[in-house]
């Protein structure tokens, strides 16, 4: 479990702090929070997608502030549970992300850590970024447990899938979980699941092209659950593409790209197809 002692109680209240401020508060104390490191800023990207994209989650957000009680006011790097709405949030997050680099300092973290559990968080996980790369899982009564590459971290209850721990600062296993995540989201369980459609339709219909189909539909399904909404000629070019390594590139990049413009992009010097 974490461990620290509690400071005196101190003069400042959640109205005192205004959203954009670099400042949390802990027992009324105002803690500042400085700008994000490189690797920091990278990990709590890759995070804020993998937990956003889970199938039992209504919303994520990143430095979301949580206000458990008047004199208290904590924003993990990535929390799950973040209504749309402005303001502060009432109560703590179930599942809370936080990102430890260079210059982190641990007596802070280790007070919010406490503050978290204590208001009701589950689990907080702790990226350590500084050293052999692992997660810290924190649970209220619970000695933390370390969770390296290779493990996976659960939240039951909170999350559908398990997370692996490189996946939290690994950009390419960050992909292939969020990826996984929004074809579930669709209604496939992977995406060999869609090539095997593929290819079952292809032979119930006697035609090469249904593999491509069952990437075209799983690509404008994969969309549909980030958000976008494809034009109807988009929509059309999608479903006509018979190139399967160019679904794959869309595919892959419907899930990481901020705009259909740049899921759609062609390379320098490739013909627009």
């Known amino acids: 479990m974490a461990h620290n002692p509690k400071p005196e109680r ?11 401020d670099r400042h949390e508060l802990s027992r009324g104390n105002a803690i500042y929070c400085g700008p994000t490191g490189g690797a920091g800023a990278r990990g709590t990207g890759y995070g804020f997608e993998l937990l956003d994209s889970d199938p039992a ?46 210059g982190q300092d641990e007596a802070s973290l280790q007070s919010k850590i406490v503050d978290l559990l204590e208001a009701g968080t589950r689990w907080v996980w ?88 069952g990437r075209a539909a799983a690509l404008l399904d994969v969309l549909e659950a980030r958000g976008f909404t494809v034009p109807e000629d988009l929509r059309s070019r999608v479903l006509a593409c018979r190139d399967a390594t160019l679904l794959d590139t869309w595919l892959r990049r419907g899930v990481t790209e901020a705009s259909l413009d740049a899921v759609f992009a062609t390379p320098p010097g490739a013909s627009p197809r």
Do not use: C, M
Request: aromatic share 4%.
């Open 10 to 20: 101190g003069p400042f209240r959640t109205h005192d702090i205004a959203p954009g």
């Open 126 to 213: 702790v990226v350590r970024l500084v050293g052999p790369r692992r997660v810290e899982v924190y649970e209220q009564g619970k000695e933390p447990v370390v969770r390296g590459v290779g493990d996976e971290l659960l939240a039951p209850g909170v999350l559908q899938n398990p997370v692996r721990a490189e996946a939290l600062w690994d950009r390419k296993a960050a992909h292939e979980g969020t990826l996984r995540n929004l074809l579930q989201r669709a209604g496939y369980e992977s995406l060999e699941a869609i090539r095997e459609e593929g290819r079952e339709e292809g032979r119930e219909e006697g035609r090469e092209e249904g593999r491509e189909e």
């Open 57 to 102: 989650v209504e919303s994520a957000g990143v430095d979301a502030g949580f206000a458990p009680s008047d004199d208290t006011l904590r924003s993990p790097d990535v929390s799950v549970g973040v209504p749309d709405q402005p303001g502060w949030i009432k109560g703590a997050p179930p599942l809370a992300l936080e990102y430890a680099g260079t």
